[in-house]
Nanobody, 121 residues
């Protein structure tokens, strides 16, 4: 059974870079066919897929975030990371990582519990 655990700072100041890590156990992030995603849910809003990294290391981003987001991985630690640059209070959300057979993770995938992030001075 795959388990995903998000970690990162709970509070970030505006204009800074948010960095989150997803630690995976029970599977390798280089497993064939799987994609490893980041998504977020702002307060009172729906879930937004942000981007993913595939088993070959290719990255995919939502059109609205591709100018600010970067996803990478550390295969030696079985982790993948999201960096979101120039954050604003609108980036306040619960952030999730997920594994899915599809590039855009869905409810059919495996998800972490989420980590809340507040952007505030």
């Amino acid at each position: 059974q795959v388990l995903l655990q998000e970690s990162g700072p709970g509070l970030v100041k505006p204009s800074q870079t948010l960095s989150l890590t997803c630690t995976v156990s029970g599977d390798s992030i280089t497993s064939y066919r799987y994609y490893w995603s980041w998504a977020r849910q702002p307060p009172g809003k729906g879930l937004e897929w942000m981007g993913a990294i595939g088993y070959s290391g290719n990255t995919y981003y939502s059109s609205s975030l591709k100018s600010r987001a970067s996803i990478s991985w550390d295969t030696s630690k079985n982790q993948f990371t999201l960096q979101l640059r120039s954050v604003t209070p609108e980036d306040t959300a619960v952030y999730y990582c997920a594994r899915d057979l599809a590039v855009m993770a869905s409810s059919a995938g495996s998800w972490g519990q989420g980590t809340p992030v507040t952007v505030s001075s």
